[in-house]
């Protein structure tokens, strides 16, 4: 794991996050995601895996990081899901999001509103809140940490507040051995 | 010879940017210039250092910088590479002499033939106020570009003001 300065998390977790699991768990994972981004995709039923072994030892918080230019309706997918959390339902729209990736994506704004439909949301309603700037600000507030601390792509995950470089097995690992010091 | 260090003037270059243009680096004297040098273009996209600059230029452009990305590929490469990942800044091509920028500024790797993915962010005067280099394969993000530009006098004068002072300044 790089201890490096500019690979630190340099927004502490709160209570701004959209986080899962137990607050005070032993470990704490800060994914810098984007809805659009394949390789997020793949990284989402591994992170469920995690979530899931790890249970009440973890604590999931979940950062924008929308590389928009890479990918067109990364930014509108984050304010959707921002827009989703005014009504209490980030975590199905950011599952909805990526488990619907592949038919959403390449249809754009269109394909987000069955997001929309799928999970009940009014849609007026949701219009009405994508307008509010605060969503906007939000998920650039992520981004910007995410920057300073040192996100260099996507999926960015840090464990316990240090950047975490490697593929996913080692990440699973990391996290055991971290649980496992503390037990 | 080894990479160029801070306080350092940043040597000159004039390089092409499409097949008919070229930037010289003395274009951008009065504003602060980031060099990222890079190893090849065509990196996969979700981890490729420059889409995410590519995020940042709004960002990079609050701190008076102009981002300049240089690989040894040639133009037209540059060309269908900014097109496909609508990069919105320059990519310079160091070409012809192979390597001739990378190599004075101490950043070409002799055996793969490739500049080492390096950063430098220059000032307004033509000096190298930060440097970074790091190994092929990882890519540094921005975090470290970002607090160098942040830490230039020029960025900084209303922190480095007393306040009275500060508030008249235009």
Known sequence: ?183 | MSMLAAGTAAPEFTLHSTPDQSVALKEFHGRNVILAFYPADWSPVCSDQLALYNELLDEFARLNAQLLAISVDGAWSHAALARERKYHFPLLSDFEPKGQVARAYGVYEEQAGVARRALFVIDGDGVIRWSHLSPMGVNPGAAGIVKALEALPSNNIQKTLPADVAQETP
């Open chain 1, 1 to 183: 794991m790089t201890m490096h300065e500019d690979s630190i998390l340099a927004v502490p977790v709160s209570a701004h996050d959209h986080a899962q699991g137990n607050i005070h768990a032993v470990v704490t994972l800060v994914e810098y995601g984007d809805f659009q981004c394949p390789a997020c995709g793949s990284a989402y039923p591994l992170v469920k895996q995690i979530q899931h072994r790890y249970a009440g030892n973890l604590h999931f918080v979940f950062r924008h990081f929308p590389l928009s230019q890479a990918h067109p309706y990364a930014q509108l997918a984050a304010e959707l899901a921002e827009a989703a959390a005014v009504e209490g339902r980030f975590w199905a729209m950011h599952d909805w999001l990526y488990e619907n990736q592949a038919a959403w994506a390449p249809r754009g704004g269109a394909g987000l509103e069955a997001g929309v439909r799928a999970l009940g949301l009014d849609e007026a309603t949701i219009a009405a809140t994508l307008r509010d700037p605060d969503i906007d600000t939000h998920i650039r507030r992520d981004f910007m940490g995410g920057v300073r601390s040192g996100v260099n792509g996507t999926p960015s995950f840090y464990v316990n507040g240090y950047l975490y470089q490697g593929d996913f097995d080692a990440l699973v690992h990391s996290i055991g051995r971290v649980i496992a010091r503390q037990a």
